[in-house]
């Protein structure tokens, strides 16, 4: 019923950039955070972006701040991941998730994960 698909991931070379989409499904997530994790092999998944149910409001992980940029569209249930200036250390597979409103926290828990696309930027 509630489905997240992410797209946009592939190979790109050190310094190039990717656009990642995720489309939310079975429900409507205009009132609830929408967040990027990743998780890089041997690694732990990791929080990368979130931006609030206003839109007005984004947070970083402080390994990509000033590097990608956090977006949504509500009437379209759509959050996009702009990735420029990508690094080796950038590869990952990385997450579209929901947060329910109301939740204080930003980077934890989210209630919605899609199945992920993976990032490979090549040195």
């Known amino acids: 019923q509630v489905q997240l698909v992410e797209s946009g991931g592939g190979l790109v070379q050190a310094g190039g950039s990717l656009r990642l989409s995720c489309a939310a499904s079975?429900?409507?997530?205009?009132?609830?955070?929408m967040g990027w994790f990743r998780q890089a092999p041997g690694k732990e998944r990791e929080f990368v972006a979130a931006?609030?149910?206003?839109?007005?409001?984004?947070y970083y992980a402080d390994s990509v701040k000033g590097r990608f940029t956090i977006s949504r569209d509500i009437a379209k249930n759509t959050v996009y991941l702009q990735m420029n200036s990508l690094k080796p250390e950038d590869t990952a597979v990385y997450f579209c998730?929901?947060?329910?409103?109301?939740?204080?926290?930003?980077?934890?828990?989210?209630?919605?994960w899609g199945q992920g696309t993976q990032v490979t930027v090549s040195s």
């Open positions: 998730a929901a947060q329910t409103y109301g939740r204080r926290r930003y980077d934890e828990p989210y209630d919605y």
């Open positions: 931006v609030n149910w206003s839109g007005g409001t984004t």
């Open positions: 079975g429900r409507t997530f205009s009132r609830d955070r």
